[in-house]
Every structure is written in C-alpha cells, then in structure tokens.
T-cell receptor, first 113, second 114 residues
Framework: DVKVTQSSRYLVKRTGEKVFLECVQDMDHENMFWYRQDPGLGLRLIYF???????EKGDIPEGYSVSREKKERFSLILESASTNQTSMYLC????????????FGEGSRLTVL | AQSVTQLGSHVSVSEGALVLLRCNYSSSVPPYLFWYVQYPNQGLQLLLK??????LVKGINGFEAEFKKSETSFHLTKPSAHMSDAAEYFC????????????FGTGTRLTIIP
C-alpha cells in the first residue's frame, strides 16, 4: 500500500521559532509537493521538488523554505514562524506523467502562538 | 495560467438524493482535470480524473464526472447520496507548464442530511 507519512499531526510553536515539517514517501516518486490548506482558500502550493536537491517555488513561498536531500524525504522549513502561518500543511508525492495521481499525507496542523 | 472555480463552498443534500458539485475550469489548451475527496482528519484521495480518453469519467464510491468543453465544466455527480459521502471535495487542474503541478479549487463541503 502506497504511503506518504508526515512526521507530526499536530504542532504548537511560538512566534519566531524555527519549525521543521517532515514528509517521507515510499513510492520512489520524483515529484513531491507541500501545500497549505486554509478554510475558504482550498489548497495553495508552497513549494515543489522534481528531483533530489531540485526545488521550485509555488504560489505562496514567502516565509518558507524546503529541503530534499534524499528522494524519499521532502522537508518544509519555517525559518521564523509567525501567527499567519497557523494552518494545515499537506505533503504529497505524485505518480509520473501529467495524469499521475497525487498521494497525500494526513496533514500537519500547525498552531503558532 | 490554468485555474478552476468551484461554485458553492457548502452543499447539503438529503440521504438518497442526487449529489451535484460544480467545477468550471479556465484553460487555453485541453486540460487534465481531477476530483479529490478529503474525509475528516485525513489527507486527500483521488476520486476520478479526466485524461481526454472519454468525456464521462467514473470514479470510486459511485461518483462520476462529465467533461463539457462547450461549458468549460467538469461537474461531479452521484445519483444517490450516502451518509459516508460527507466530506470536502476539491476540483483540480493540471498545469500546462510541464512541471506536473496541480492547481486546486477552494473546495466544497458536502453535508448529508439523514
């Protein structure tokens, strides 16, 4: 069974803290994604990666960075968390091709106080 | 850029009634379109996808969607709603920039009335 695993389901951090969100997939997919989900706004793409050490900005990259040192792992980093980054974060990996399915993790709900 | 618009952020239907969730796309080229479902406290999973092979696409759990180029629509339907269909539904379009990213709509929350 295919799997995308996000390391933390719930996190509470303070303003200014550095936050790491980890995501691991076991399907050997090249493409991985980080989305942010907010009520009424749907899913918005933060960053994606199409290969190890390769990354591209999505629609809302400000305040975030990413790391992909190994094919199976894609990390989202908040260098200095702010209250407006309180949100649900969803990681996904994608099967090859333009019609490939996205496989999602269960999400990481981050609260920044 | 490709985009999708989901009309209605909340839809309520009675158990056994028809489910209709609307999605319109904006695209200068024939798009690839997807419907995903998110059950409470879970990630998203694929319901169905349009890949130009057939305009009527059947998915899991009895859902289907019809691609209508003249209306730029890809509405999701199910003939008879079940309580287990209560979830949030997202329409998505494949980008035509060759980097294989999807752009999602704002979602429609479906409530089933017993």
């Amino acid at each position: 069974d295919v799997k995308v695993t996000q390391s933390s389901r719930y996190l509470v951090k303070r303003t200014g803290e550095k936050v790491f969100l980890e995501c691991v997939q076991d399907m050997d997919h090249e493409n991985m994604f980080w989305y942010r989900q907010d009520p009424g706004l749907g899913l918005r793409l933060i960053y994606f990666s199409y290969d190890v050490k390769m990354k591209e900005k999505g629609d809302i990259p400000e305040g975030y960075s990413v790391s992909r040192e190994k094919k199976e792992r894609f990390s989202l980093i908040l260098e200095s968390a702010s209250t407006n980054q309180t949100s649900m974060y969803l990681c996904a990996s994608r099967a090859p091709g333009r019609t490939g399915e996205l496989f999602f993790g269960e999400g990481s709900r981050l609260t920044v106080l | 850029a490709q985009s999708v618009t989901q009309l209605g952020s909340h839809v309520s239907v009675s158990e056994g009634a028809l489910v209709l969730l609307r999605c319109n796309y904006s695209s200068s080229v024939p798009p690839y379109l997807f419907w995903y479902v998110q059950y409470p406290n879970q990630g998203l999973q694929l319901l169905l996808k349009y890949t130009s092979a057939a305009t009527l696409v059947k998915g899991i759990n009895g859902f289907e969607a019809e691609f209508k180029k003249s209306e730029t629509s890809f509405h999701l339907t199910k003939p008879s709603a079940h309580m287990s269909d209560a979830a949030e539904y997202f329409c998505a379009v494949e980008s035509n920039f060759g980097n294989e990213k999807l752009t999602f709509g704002t979602g429609t929350r479906l409530t089933i009335i017993p």
